[in-house]
């Protein structure tokens, strides 16, 4: 835990952390910071995978942080899943958080983990064809929230 301290301590704040985790990913059609046109969701990831428990943890603990920011009644979800680097039928969910509003956090039961991960699944298909979704244009706006 103290390796994982020291990783986050390197960042100024979440926004900071954040952005090195999407430069991770080297390529900016497999990367998203955006909020959806009804500015009702906000997706922040990439579909690089890491093997390290440093930087999952260091992940999750920059996505928990998100829930500080929701209202009662909102909700979100952070997702560890390997879409890009597993065989087809061997990709899993690794962790899923749920996230409400403020402030609450949990790890997520391995049986909605499927249902946390499907509703990437068209997201991730766009993103991995190259194709910008209309609904999260443009794909990075990290730096004007």
Same mark, same amino acid.
């Given at each position: 835990?103290?390796?994982?301290? =020291?990783?986050?301590?390197?960042?100024?704040?979440?926004r900071?952390a954040?952005q #090195? %985790? &999407? *430069?991770? !990913?080297?390529a900016?059609?497999i990367?998203?910071?955006?909020?959806d046109?009804?500015?009702?969701?906000?997706v =922040?990831g990439?579909?690089?995978?890491?093997?390290?428990?440093?930087?999952l943890? #260091? %992940? &999750? *603990?920059v !996505?928990?942080?998100?829930?500080?920011?929701?209202?009662p009644?909102?909700r979100?979800?952070?997702?560890?899943?390997?879409y890009?680097?597993?065989?087809?039928g061997?990709r899993e969910?690794?962790?899923a958080i749920?996230l409400?509003?403020?402030?609450?956090?949990?790890?997520?039961?391995s049986?909605?983990?499927d249902?946390a991960?499907?509703?990437?699944?068209?997201?991730?298909e766009?993103m991995?064809?190259?194709k910008?979704?209309?609904d999260?244009?443009?794909?990075n706006q990290l730096?004007?929230?």
């Open positions: 835990m103290a390796d994982c301290q =020291a990783l986050l301590a390197r960042f100024p704040d979440n900071a954040l #090195a %985790f &999407l *430069a991770s !990913a080297q900016e059609n990367q998203i910071a955006a909020h046109r009804t500015g009702r969701h906000f =922040a990439s579909l690089a995978y890491s093997e390290s428990l440093y930087d943890i #260091a %992940f &999750l *603990a !996505a928990r942080g998100a829930a500080d920011f929701l209202k009644g909102d979100g979800v952070a997702l560890i899943h390997d890009l680097w597993a065989e087809e061997e969910t690794v962790a749920a409400a509003g403020p402030g609450k956090s949990g790890f997520m039961s049986t909605d983990l249902i991960t499907e509703s990437f699944e068209a997201l991730v766009a991995l064809e190259g910008d979704d209309p999260f244009h443009p794909r730096d004007r929230l």
